[in-house]
T-cell receptor, first 111, second 112 residues
Framework: QQQVKQSPQSLIVQKGGISIINCAYE??????FPWYQQFPGKGPALLIA?????SEKKEGRFTISFNKSAKQFSLHIMDSQPGDSATYFC??????????FGQGTELSVKP | DVKVTQSSRYLVKRTGEKVFLECVQD?????MFWYRQDPGLGLRLIYF???????EKGDIPEGYSVSREKKERFSLILESASTNQTSMYLC???????????FGSGTRLTVV
């Protein structure tokens, strides 16, 4: 019930392509869904977040799509660049205010 | 610029040693967290604290303890380090009720 399942575990995309990372959850009480980006040697940093009353949120080349009925949400990176190569984590906030993280996706964008 | 600072980037300790990992935040956040990060397992919560001297167990507290004597400082203690505690340890903080966490840069601990 408290799990967030993330896929794929790793992803290779050509420069200029679209990167898509998916997450699924079971707990309908989750109320906040952030995505974090982590570069090697750094801690995760908040990238973009969405609340369940919104179906899509876009910030620059990054978009979250949220499907409440399917209990799924995804991150789309448009025009992917080598500088986007990083590990991405989805997360969901539970009733206790804690974030539950997915397993992470290692994205590599090839020039 | 807001910061979460972890005192060590890399640590090498021997099996059986008592290990202290320190974390300090300058944002006056109520909540502080300790996670460990392992490939394929994501971020797993060890302990968290929502106030000074308050602590709650996360998903994997065995072999760990914590201390929060001041609002800005949250320490993770490995009572008797073991090789299966070799990992990246991440500290984070947040406002009470606010979902966005600010993470430190992590401490990569190797237990030999």
């Amino acid at each position: 019930q408290q799990q967030v399942k993330q896929s794929p575990q790793s992803l290779i995309v050509q420069k200029g392509g679209i990167s898509i990372i998916n997450c699924a959850y079971e707990n309908t009480a989750f109320d906040y869904f952030p995505w974090y980006q982590q570069f090697p040697g750094k801690g995760p940093a908040l990238l973009i977040a969405i609340r369940p009353d919104v179906s899509e949120k876009k910030e620059g080349r990054f978009t979250i799509s949220f499907n409440k009925s399917a209990k799924q949400f995804s991150l789309h990176i448009m025009d992917s660049q080598p500088g986007d190569s990083a590990t991405y984590f989805c997360a969901a906030r539970n009733q206790g205010g804690k974030l539950i993280f997915g397993q992470g996706t290692e994205l590599s964008v090839k020039p | 610029d807001v910061k979460v600072t972890q005192s060590s980037r890399y640590l090498v300790k021997r099996t059986g040693e008592k290990v202290f990992l320190e974390c300090v935040q300058d944002m006056d956040h109520e909540n502080m967290f300790w996670y460990r990060q392992d490939p394929g397992l994501g971020l797993r919560l060890i302990y968290f604290s929502y106030d000074v001297k308050m602590k709650e167990k996360g998903d994997i507290p065995e072999g760990y303890s914590v201390s929060r004597e001041k609002k800005e400082r949250f320490s993770l203690i490995l009572e008797s380090a073991s090789t299966n505690q070799t990992s990246m340890y991440l500290c984070a903080s947040s406002w009470l009720g606010e979902g966005g966490y600010t993470f430190g840069s992590g401490t990569r601990l190797t237990v030999v």
